[in-house]
């Protein structure tokens, strides 16, 4: 039986991880696609992918499967640009943390060309192809965000491809809900991550951090152009959390400021079990 394609468009940290632990999928062969020389020639030295090219045109003409791994707006840019260069039958997603101008961006694309956004939860405070891992997956949410219009058959196949990279589950949402809980969840993290890097104390406390300094701060030595396009796409939700903690933050300034013990302890107490609730066995938000 003749092999079926998965083109992998832009071999960064979450392209380079996708082709390392897509390999062996099913019939599928995984071919990388770059745009510099010297990333195919990293991607067929160590194993990224079965195949890797500068040629995107062939590439997509060939894919049964198309992972677009690119920045956002460069994946909308990419869409107008190669509409009608994807393979009529295929499935087009995305890996990228916003779903709403994306989906609205895979508008282009013509109806035989089925378009579900992908939002694996994974990654790390690097980027390149040479911080790609095999492991990048394992035990992470994989939410999608189908249209209304897509295949059922193709759904299905986003969860066999979740399964095969170690993910923990599939999470079906909108784009809108998507992208409200992702604004909390992981957008205004990096904010406050940058934000405690921004203070002038930051260089006089090396040899006093703990791990939950380093827990809180390690995000913040993120990818700019990538997350400037997150922050920015996303702003309305992102702006209405970030109202939320500064009210918070307030709230717990005031009341250390008081030095109202009794105070204090009741409010650690209700954040504290909170947090504890939230880490029960449950439903996630997203479902």
């Known amino acids: 039986m003749e092999k079926k394609t998965i083109a992998i468009v832009g071999l960064g940290l979450i392209g ?28 067929l030295e160590h194993g990224v992918g079965d195949r890797a090219t500068l040629d995107v045109t062939a590439a997509l003409r060939e894919a049964d499967v198309t992972f677009l791994c690119i920045n956002p707006e460069d994946i909308v840019d990419f869409l107008a640009q190669h ?9 087009v997603t995305d890996v990228c943390g916003i779903k709403g101008a994306i989906m609205e961006a895979s508008k282009v694309l013509p109806p035989e060309v089925d378009f579900i956004g992908s939002h694996p939860m994974a ?11 095999t492991d990048m997956f394992q035990g992470a949410h994989y939410i999608i965000t189908p249209r209304g ?19 923990r589950d599939v999470v079906n949402t909108t784009p809108e809900r998507h992208d409200a809980i992702i604004a909390y969840t992981s957008q205004m993290m990096h904010v ?13 406390c090396k040899g006093y951090e703990g791990s939950s300094f380093r827990g809180c701060t390690r995000v913040a ?48 107490a209700v954040s504290a079990d909170r947090k504890r609730q939230m880490d029960l066995p449950g439903p996630d938000l997203l479902h």
């Not at 990654?123 to 891992?133: N, P, R």
């Open 221 to 268: 030595a993120l990818d700019v152009p990538l997350w400037t396009q997150l922050f920015a796409l996303n702003a309305p939700a992102l702006t209405g959390c970030l109202d939320e903690l500064i009210v918070h933050l307030q709230s717990y300034r005031e009341i250390i400021a008081s030095g109202d013990m009794e105070k204090l302890s009741a409010k650690l």
């Open 149 to 167: 219009d897509s295949r059922q058959e193709n759904i299905a196949l986003l969860e066999r491809l979740a399964a095969y990279l170690g993910c």
């Open 192 to 204: 406050i991550a940058v934000s405690v890097c921004d203070d002038p104390n930051l260089f006089t």
């Open 123 to 133: 990654g790390t405070e690097f980027s390149g192809i040479e911080h790609a891992l």
């Open 16 to 43: 380079g991880s996708l082709a390392l632990a897509l390999k062996g999928f099913e019939d599928f062969e995984v071919v990388g696609v770059a745009r510099r020389q010297a990333t195919v020639d990293y991607a």
């Open 83 to 91: 509409r009608e260069d994807f393979k009529p039958g295929s499935l």
